[in-house]
């Protein structure tokens, strides 16, 4: 098994044994002011004064551990400590999961990890993801996320602001 592996199982074994005592809530975060956070925020498809997110991903919090399931361009899909994710960030927002769904969204969204960042963003490839993909497919994988079509990207893509307006629609509620 190679490290990366070893360090996953060891991160996901003891959830298996917790599913009953696990929350997880989808996380939205503006990023720090950099040139690419600054882009992702100009492409939202909000009003200049309503945009909030620049990235997403699923905090799981466990009786020992607190960590966020999230899609990066330099790592792919990680599980990162929560204090880490928050560092990066200048504002977060959790949405809780509905009563029942924690287990099922951790487990969809655990099996990504180790899995390639999309740097075209694709949502149709198969074996890569980005965050907001990540994310929805776990949460709802046959609703009809809002994407639209951003200029040099060949597939519509799903925004962390589009995505934060339509979690409340399908019971992921403000925490």
Partial sequence: MRRRDLLFAGLLAPL??????MHAAAVLRLGLDDAVTRAIAAHSPLPPEQRRFTHAGLLVRTATR??????????GVVAQDWGEFCGHSRDT??????????????ARCAAWLGKPFSRRLLWSAPGET??????AEAIAPEY????MRVLFYPD??????ALAEKLPQLGWQPA
């Fill in 66 to 75: 607190e960590f966020v399931i999230h899609a990066t361009p330099d790592a």
């Fill in 156 to 161: 519509p893509v799903l925004h962390p602001d």
């Fill in 144 to 147: 009809p996320w809002p994407r």
């Fill in 16 to 21: 298996a044994a917790h599913t009953s005592a």
């Fill in 130 to 135: 980005y965050c907001t993909r990540l994310l």
């Fill in 93 to 106: 927002a959790l949405f809780a999961a509905p009563p029942g769904e924690a287990a099922r969204v951790v």
